[in-house]
């Protein structure tokens, strides 16, 4: 029988390989608050090379949580939000073990042609590519073995990390965040949902030529292997590094604000993982979205609380700003606490108020984000900290993270006038109509919480 469900032995092996690492982590951490002293950066180090050779998702929690003020330290923070998800392949013996066991014996009868090498590996899993007898070239997206044991134990060890930091330092309560990633990463291990996610995207992105989504090959998939048509296109970072013209560059960073914010504001839809590895450079200069295991759908209210607040930043309208937070779900939020989170507010929007081409960061300073992020911290532990609700988790980690990816295309767009064409017709009865015609066509069903 497959391995399904997480297993107590996969539990503590996983557990046994990390506890290290994390608990090297609070030791540290506990050092540092009561003066002692500590080499940091050489252990944040470490700590990114035990991770990167670890199959699983504790550096995508960590690559999440650096996106949150101050949430870790600064040093582990910025050496784990380094960490590279092309994690080393598995060998043929793996694939022929997981395909016999989700399509059968005799499955390469199924497939013309079966690559034997891995042509991207990542934290979950690993593709290959292949041809069905039909002619269609096909990518089989196979996951590692024993991944639920692997996340519930690194579930186990960051709730163990976070239960530490907070006792040294309370500012930002993760309980909400920490039942956000939990969710999210343990949807990832279920392929047939991932799939449904595709459908939807594909249906979302129907009338963007500029963005091609594949589509899901449901006869060859199952919870764990997820086939999909091949989409042929070239890392960004190859592209990048052939010097593409201003143009160019502008086209891709116009693509996928488009792919990202389209999907937000007609269908209240978010794609949570932005970096350069999920996407590709199509020959004509369009964009491939890949990866759809990471997806969140928000409620319509929590959509008009996020234009809300784009309009306060905008006026500089504190009661809206105030009323925007709420619809967010941030508690108790005061008159002194209001203008902390619009220190973060209008670092995020910054980009969007300006009607002008320009670059996605005007600032020349490389650690003007980290500075920012130190002074709503600082500015939080003064007012009696916060507790970010599950809603700002993935839009945070979206925005910051696909602010990265326009950092690194040095594209020059006018952000402001995207947006306002993208939001100009937004209403939430427009939303939630969109939201359900989409969802029911990709056969998809949500938690409560989340429409």
């Given at each position: 029988m ?11 092996r996983r557990m046994?390989?990390?506890s290290g690492a994390?608990?090297?982590?609070a ?8 003066g002692?002293?500590?080499?940091k ?11 990167g050779g670890l ?17 870790l330290?600064e ?7 380094n960490?590279q ?5 598995m060998?043929?013996?793996f ?21 034997h090498t891995?042509?991207h590996a990542?934290?979950l899993g ?8 039909d002619?269609?070239?096909v990518?089989?997206k196979l996951?590692?073995?024993d991944?639920a ?12 990390a ?6 040294l330092?309370?500012t930002?309560q993760q309980?909400?965040v920490?039942?956000?990633l939990?969710?999210r990463?343990r ?10 996610q595709?459908r ?6 129907r009338?963007?030529?500029d ?5 899901p090959?449901?006869a060859?998939?199952?919870d ?14 190859e592209?990048?590094?052939e ?6 560059r502008n086209?891709?960073?116009?693509a996928?604000?488009?792919a ?6 007609h269908?209240?839809?978010i794609?949570?993982d932005?970096?350069?590895?999920n996407?590709?450079?199509r020959?004509d200069g369009g ?5 759809f295991g990471?997806?969140?759908?928000f ?15 905008r006026d500089r309208d504190?009661e ?7 619809l967010?779900?941030?508690?108790e ?5 209001l203008?902390?989170?619009n220190?973060w507010a209008r670092?995020l929007?910054?980009p969007?108020l300006e ?8 600032f020349e300073d490389?650690n003007?984000g980290?500075n920012?992020a130190?002074?709503?911290h600082?500015?939080l532990?003064r007012?009696g900290?916060?507790?970010p609700?599950r809603?700002f988790?993935?839009l945070?980690r ?5 602010g990265?990816?326009?950092?690194r295309?040095?594209?020059?767009l006018n ?5 306002r064409?993208i939001i100009a ?7 939630r109509s969109?939201q ?10 949500v938690?409560e919480h989340q429409?």
């Amino acid at each position: 029988m497959p391995d399904d469900g997480p297993t107590l032995f996969g539990e503590i092996r996983r557990m046994a390989r990390t506890s290290g690492a994390v608990g090297g982590i609070a030791a540290r951490m506990a050092g540092a608050r009561l003066g002692i002293a500590t080499d940091k950066q050489r252990h944040a180090e470490d700590l990114r090379q035990i991770l990167g050779g670890l199959k699983g998702p504790l550096m995508k929690v960590a690559q999440f949580f650096s996106t949150i003020p101050d949430a870790l330290p600064e040093e582990y923070a910025d050496e784990l939000a380094n960490l590279q998800s092309n994690a080393p392949p598995m060998g043929w013996n793996f694939v022929r073990r997981r395909m016999r066991a989700e399509l059968g014996e005799g499955w390469e009868k199924k497939f013309t042609d079966f690559s034997h090498t891995a042509s991207h590996a990542a934290s979950l899993g690993q593709v290959h590519k292949a041809t069905l007898p039909d002619g269609r070239i096909v990518a089989c997206k196979l996951q590692y073995p024993d991944m639920a044991s692997t996340v519930e134990a690194d579930l186990r060890q960051l709730r163990l990390a976070l239960s530490v930091y907070r006792k040294l330092d309370s500012t930002i309560q993760q309980d909400d965040v920490y039942a956000e990633l939990a969710e999210r990463l343990r949807e990832e291990l279920d392929y047939t949902r991932e799939a449904a996610q595709m459908r939807l995207y594909h249906h979302m992105m129907r009338a963007e030529p500029d963005v091609t989504v594949p589509t899901p090959v449901m006869a060859f998939c199952t919870d764990r292997l997820l086939t999909m048509t091949w989409l042929d296109g070239r890392k960004i970072q190859e592209v990048l590094a052939e010097n593409p013209s201003q143009e160019q560059r502008n086209r891709m960073a116009a693509a996928l604000f488009r792919a990202y914010y389209t999907a937000f504001y007609h269908y209240g839809v978010i794609h949570g993982d932005p970096h350069l590895g999920n996407y590709q450079v199509r020959a004509d200069g369009g964009i491939n979205l890949l990866d759809f295991g990471a997806i969140r759908v928000f409620p319509p209210r929590f959509v008009s609380g996020v234009i809300m607040l784009y309009e306060a930043m905008r006026d500089r309208d504190d009661e809206k700003a105030m009323h925007a937070y709420q619809l967010w779900g941030f508690p108790e939020v005061t008159a002194e606490k209001l203008q902390v989170l619009n220190t973060w507010a209008r670092f995020l929007y910054e980009p969007l108020l300006e009607d002008a081409i320009r670059p996605i960061q005007r600032f020349e300073d490389p650690n003007h984000g980290r500075n920012v992020a130190m002074e709503v911290h600082a500015g939080l532990k003064r007012t009696g900290g916060v507790r970010p609700p599950r809603e700002f988790v993935l839009l945070d980690r979206s925005a910051i993270g696909l602010g990265s990816v326009f950092l690194r295309l040095r594209a020059e767009l006018n952000w402001s006038a995207m947006l306002r064409e993208i939001i100009a017709d937004f209403s939430e009865e427009n939303l939630r109509s969109r939201q359900a015609e989409a969802l029911a066509l990709a056969g998809l069903t949500v938690p409560e919480h989340q429409t």
